[in-house]
């Protein structure tokens, strides 16, 4: 192939020398990666040290005057979204391209050429994978697109260049390939992020809602129902607890006055009730009950007594019942008022109260 490209130079004797070294220089190009797409090793370390000191005076003059920096800024820096070419211009042709003995390097792509590169990428679906170089994920990181319709970090595709010292896709191997920096993995990353985001402020909203609607409406279920009553009781116990000022010393204070005030109620019992009545006693209160002229007991509202002084129409021949006589001069039947005494006090208590003025009393069996 070659013996037919350089036929007609080497006919001549006087173009061998400077065919030779046509070659040589396209050699030499190729080997030190002539204008690479995103990393320029060729530059020489004076060059690389120039270019240093130039940006540490753009920074310096940002540190000093930001509103200058701003109107300076161009149109890449103003816009970081902005799509654009790496090498919008063709890398200048070697003396060997010149002389025809090499193919010149591809014209720049147009717009509508880099279009259908990138609907080409986009129906791959190269951006929504990872990075064939690295196997990471894109996300905000710079991103290129090559003409061949591969997607790379800038990064990366640098690192590879650097190494192979060529400049070949990693993928199909195209050579003198064309790149432009785009942004669809940034922004998938922004849409996913933006989509997560959402979901979990609404998964938050969401248990917000459940959790309230939990405090007000009753579950169901048995178990569920009786445990969110115990909560409510549990609650309100608290807050009317929390909502009450007790003073401890107050609260024994009137507990000691409660049983000072028991105790001389029971003293005052003691003394009308605990004081065993002497016969004068209960003659004088016979004698007061004898003035009451009571003919029938309160309890069963039958005659105390039957004999000559019972009341017409009940018979004489039937046995009398025993009497009882209280100390408040009330008169029963002993049979009713026992069984009011088991029937009113079942708590055994020592003292009674007389069914008619409920006072304390002693009682005296009184013969038929």
């Known amino acids: 192939m070659l013996k037919n490209k350089f036929q007609g130079h080497l006919c001549r004797r006087g173009n061998l020398a400077i065919t030779a070294v046509a070659l040589q220089d396209h050699i030499l190009h190729d080997l030190q990666l002539q204008n690479p797409s995103v990393a320029n090793p060729s530059q020489t370390k004076t060059q690389k040290r120039e270019n240093e000191l130039k940006s540490l005076k753009r920074n310096a003059k940002a540190v ?7 109107r300076t800024q161009g149109p890449r820096e103003a816009d970081p979204e902005r799509e ?3 090498d919008p211009k063709p890398p200048p ?9 090499f193919e010149s390097p591809p014209l720049p792509l147009s717009s509508d050429e880099w279009d259908k590169v990138r609907q080409r990428s986009v129906s791959q679906g190269d951006s929504t994978q990872p990075c ?8 905000l990181r710079p991103q290129v697109l090559l003409s061949c319709s591969h997607v790379f970090h800038r990064a990366c595709l640098q690192a590879f260049e650097k190494v192979t010292g060529n400049k070949t896709c990693p993928l199909c191997r195209q050579n003198q390939y064309q790149t432009r920096v785009i942004h669809d993995g940034a922004q998938l990353f922004k849409r996913k992020c933006a989509t997560r985001i959402q979901a979990c402020w609404r998964g938050h909203v969401v248990r917000k809602w459940y959790r309230d609607l939990r405090r007000t409406l009753p579950p169901t279920d048995a178990k569920l129902r009786r445990k969110f009553f115990e909560e409510k009781f549990t609650e309100i116990s608290q807050r009317m607890l929390c909502s009450y000022h007790t003073d401890i010393d107050e609260l024994l204070a009137e ?8 105790r001389s109620v029971l003293q005052q019992l003691d003394q009308q009730c605990g004081r065993r009545l002497t016969d004068d006693d209960w003659q004088k209160i016979q004698t007061q009950a004898l003035l009451r002229d009571t003919q029938e007991c309160s309890i069963c509202l039958t005659p105390l007594s039957v004999g000559p002084s019972s009341p017409s129409g009940m018979d004489s021949s039937s046995p009398a019942r025993p009497t009882a006589l209280l100390s408040c001069s009330h008169v029963f039947h002993h049979a ?3 069984a009011l005494e088991q029937l009113s006090w079942g708590d055994a208590s020592p003292f009674h109260a007389c069914p008619l003025c409920r006072a304390c009393y002693q009682k005296r069996i009184l013969e038929s």
């Open 84 to 86: 654009y070419v790496l």
């Open 255 to 262: 507990i000691d006055h409660c049983l000072a005030v028991n």
């Open 93 to 101: 042709l070697t003396l060997a391209q010149k002389l025809g003995l």
């Open 132 to 139: 064939p170089v690295c196997k990471e994920e894109f996300q």
């Open 64 to 70: 000093i005057d930001t509103g200058l920096q701003r």
């Open 336 to 338: 009713c008022l026992l």
